[in-house]
């Protein structure tokens, strides 16, 4: 239980320092994205150093720890064979926590699969294997038959040719 306590001082106090560390950078003009402040509101975010008086542009403001990811996503779609609901959930949860992974939708009616995603970290390869290895197929992964053949039977969808 203390350790517990522990850890949530420590990541308490780990947030507090980033934040002072952007609003250094604000201060310090390095890093022009970092405050959106000018003149008054500028200094006053300087001498206070804390968050809501220096924030950080756009999505970057959400979520501190990934500002280096969301810089170059990459977003693909392609075709993932399906029929339903569950479908959908099957194939969106392959990729739910695949590192660099952001975003990952399938629409039931086109089957068409989207996915933004961090490629330095993931290739969209193994994102179209991770798919195929819960039984769905793509134009370019075949699932292996008996992961199909155990699929729900309103899932077992129309195989592509192959
Ligand atoms: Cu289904």
């Known amino acids: ?6 850890m949530f001082f420590l990541a308490v106090a780990g947030m507090a320092v980033a934040n002072a560390q ?3 950078a604000c201060c310090a003009g390095k890093d022009k994205t970092a405050c959106t402040k000018e003149g008054a509101a500028k200094a006053a975010c300087c001498a206070k150093a804390d968050k809501a008086s220096c924030a950080k542009m756009g999505a970057a403001s959400s979520d501190a720890g ?9 977003t693909e779609t392609f075709k993932v064979y399906g029929n339903c609901g569950m479908c959908k959930r099957k194939i969106e949860g392959a990729l739910s926590d695949v590192e660099g992974v952001q975003y990952a939708s399938w629409d039931v009616d086109s089957k068409v ?8 970290a993931v290739k969209l390869d193994d994102l179209k294997a991770r798919i195929a290895a ?8 075949r699932a292996p038959d008996e992961v199909y053949n155990s699929l729900h039977g309103c899932c077992q969808y129309e195989r592509p040719k192959g």
């Open 66 to 74: 990934s500002t280096a990811a969301t810089a170059s996503l990459t």
């Open 113 to 120: 699969m989207t996915v933004k995603y961090d490629a330095g």
């Open 1 to 6: 239980m203390k350790k517990l306590v522990l």
């Open 134 to 141: 819960v039984g769905y197929d793509s134009e370019t992964h």
């Open 22 to 24: 952007t609003a250094k």
